[in-house]
T-cell receptor, first 115, second 116 residues
Framework: NAGVMQNPRHLVRRRGQEARLRCSPM?????VYWYRQLPEEGLKFMVY????????ESGMPKERFSAEFPKEGPSILRIQQVVRGDSAAYFC?????????????FGPGTRLTVT | AQTVTQSQPEMSVQEAETVTLSCTYD???????LFWYKQPPSRQMILVIR??????QNATENRFSVNFQKAAKSFSLKISDSQLGDAAMYFC?????????????FGGGTRLMVKP
């Protein structure tokens, strides 16, 4: 029973390039959450998606960031024209249901470094 | 908006001894979940323990237990018989109950060092 998968684990981009981070939820999970962890800080919520729908993007920067969770395939977090301040660890979590005592299971994270 | 505060950036404990990590939170909700997560150097987030706010009994998981004080909005983690493998960042987190706002709100973390 594979856990939440994220790839790549490490991603290096130059300023101005695009970064694409992928997240495959646990089998049977249709709820996906993205969090960002800046160095020496806690995780901060970015966006919550169900299959083909963005439910809550209140934590996502308004520009350059987008997320999707298509009917088939992984969830994608896309950062356009990256800047040094985007350097962080990005974590994906999935859950079976949104409400109730359903745990969010975390992936290993993608560490993005912008040079 | 909910906030979670961990006032101890670092804590240190001798192996086999007991340590308590502090967490306070702010919410206007009456029902919610509270969590402690461990993040070792691998950065993998590992759920340590969970508490439902409507339960008066404090949660326990082997060597880990919590002291949940709802009125004071306090949720501390006690680690008994500390082991070297307990060394990690520990994050307190809050989540609402219900369909809306299911995201976790995390504190800033406490780095726990275990001395042999």
């Amino acid at each position: 029973n594979a856990g939440v998968m994220q790839n790549p684990r490490h991603l290096v981009r130059r300023r101005g390039q695009e970064a694409r981070l992928r997240c495959s939820p646990m089998k049977g999970h249709s709820h996906v959450y993205w969090y960002r962890q800046l160095p020496e800080e806690g995780l901060k919520f970015m966006v919550y998606l169900q299959k083909e729908n963005i439910i809550d993007e209140s934590g996502m920067p308004k520009e350059r960031f987008s997320a999707e969770f298509p009917k088939e395939g992984p969830s994608i977090l896309r950062i356009q024209q990256v800047v040094r301040g985007d350097s962080a660890a990005y974590f994906c979590a999935s859950s079976l249901q949104a409400a109730g005592p359903y745990e969010q299971y975390f992936g290993p994270g993608t560490r993005l470094t912008v040079t | 908006a909910q906030t979670v505060t961990q006032s101890q950036p670092e804590m240190s404990v001798q192996e086999a001894e007991t340590v308590t990590l502090s967490c306070t939170y702010d919410t206007s909700e009456s029902d919610y979940y509270l969590f402690w997560y461990k993040q070792p150097p691998s950065r993998q987030m590992i759920l340590v323990i969970r508490q439902e706010a409507y339960k008066q009994q404090n949660a326990t998981e082997n060597r880990f237990s919590v002291n949940f004080q709802k009125a004071a909005k306090s949720f501390s983690l006690k680690i008994s018989d500390s082991q070297l493998g307990d060394a990690a960042m520990y994050f307190c987190a809050y989540r609402r109950i219900g369909n809306a706002g299911n995201m976790l709100t995390f504190g800033g973390g406490t780095r726990l060092m275990v001395k042999p």
